[in-house]
């Protein structure tokens, strides 16, 4: 039965995570169990299956306001989701089917490997971002980027007084040549662009059609096994094979039907393994109020992660670098939690 613990760290647990996932589009999995990392880490006692199936619970329980929140009957692409939604079908039960038969140590050693390698890789992507935060960090950098902009002002300075007497004297040719290789340039990034557009209207190839699979297959497979589908889906939209494409709104309705697919299949085989095959169960009838405190918090949680998307959606490359440090910090001790046990 549930501790007062369980219901002060698993609902604010469910209540960040959800904050997290209506401020970022994914990673739900990931800020819960970073919470509930620290939790461990400070003495508390709980199980890592357990921590994953109230994971479950909560994000389901946000699944209605998540979907109406990023809008999934305008900006979803169902040209996608008739690829993702199958093979999330096929492979998040048979994630549970392998979760279930292999230990609890190994599991978290499979998630914080995943994580870490996510983390890694949006740091990675985020370079020139903490590079910027380290170099305004020491005063001697910043005496040298004020020394360069008094360069670069002088510099512009001495251009725009040339730019003037070239066109006192006549000599608007070479602007002419350089306007004329921008819109050049502008035209064939437009053509691109659209050239992409009627490829992704028309089918995908066989090469897209294979990533699609393999991400929504993987992304399935390990939101069953661990609960973190997050990493193949991030990198599926961060990297779409030619010639997916994919909008701000799109992907973020589109991952939203993901996680509402994955999610509800999980809590289905919950419930299917406890009713007809009679198997442990991880639903505990004297943790009914524990399970209403989840959803209630995880909806509110919706609630106040969807205004601060609103309020800090010009931020967005400095939320998700700082949740790429966090996602580091829990990668590294779901490993080292799941060494320590295996030893």
Known sequence: MATVEDFIILSLCSFLGNVGVAVTGFGMAIVYLF??????????????KYAVFIQALALLSAQPLLLYSVG?????????????????LISTPLGQITGDHVSTELVEAIGGGLVTFVAVFEMYQKRALFAGWLSSSFPSNKKNKEEKAKDQSTSDNIKNESILENKATGAEEGSAEIDDAKMEEVSLGNASTERRKVLNESGLGPN?????????????????LCGIRGPP??????????PVSFTRESQRATGACITAINVASRVVYYIIKTTVFDAESLFVSGDWVLYLVVLIVSCFG??????????????????????????????VSLILSSSIDLN
Not at 36 to 47: F, K, L, M, P, R
Not at 209 to 217: C, E, N, S, V
């Open 233 to 242: 889906i991030i990198f599926y939209f961060l990297h779409p094979p030619f």
């Open 72 to 88: 999934i009957k305008t900006h979803a692409s169902r040209k996608m989701l008739f690829y993702f939604i199958p093979m999330t």
């Open 208 to 224: 897209a059609q294979f990533w699609t699979l393999l991400a929504g297959g993987a992304s399935g497979f390990l939101g069953g």
């Open 35 to 48: 919470i509930w990392q620290i939790a461990v880490i400070s003495g508390y006692e709980s199980n890592f």
């Open 302 to 331: 919706v609630i106040v992660g969807v205004r601060l998307f609103d309020f800090m959606k010009d931020s967005k490359a400095t939320i998700r670098a700082i949740l790429s440090i966090l996602l580091l910090i829990c990668g």
